[in-house]
């Protein structure tokens, strides 16, 4: 799947493109994880995206959660990350029309909680 299958359109209104932005970014996590998030919330304000992602944890991590061994979850989505940069910040530069400068992911695995921040030109 390409950014243009995953991006179908430029949003006509802010409350269009948040939704857009959701929703791509949940489409990348079912691609690359094989499942999502439950439920996203994106925010923009002036040179700030930023997307909440709610449920989404798998199996493994959960498991490795419940062990005390949270560091490695967090190499792990920091390795994803890293791996899938260029898609994750394609998404939110088509979608705003603008070039993101800087891109940060944390992900706390006993909230199940997913947060993806993207810092605007």
Known sequence: MTTDDIVRRRPETGGDQRLAISNAIVGLY???YGKGPTRAKTYVHDDIVLTVLWGGIVP?????????RSEVIHDLRRAFQDAKRDAFIGVVEKLTGRKVTAFMS???????????FFLLD
Request: hydrophobic share 25%; no cysteine; net charge negative.
């Open 30 to 32: 079912r691609e690359y």
């Open 60 to 68: 493994i991590e959960r498991t490795l959660a419940e062990d005390g």
């Open 106 to 116: 944390r992900f706390d695995p006993y909230g199940d909680v997913s947060v993806e």
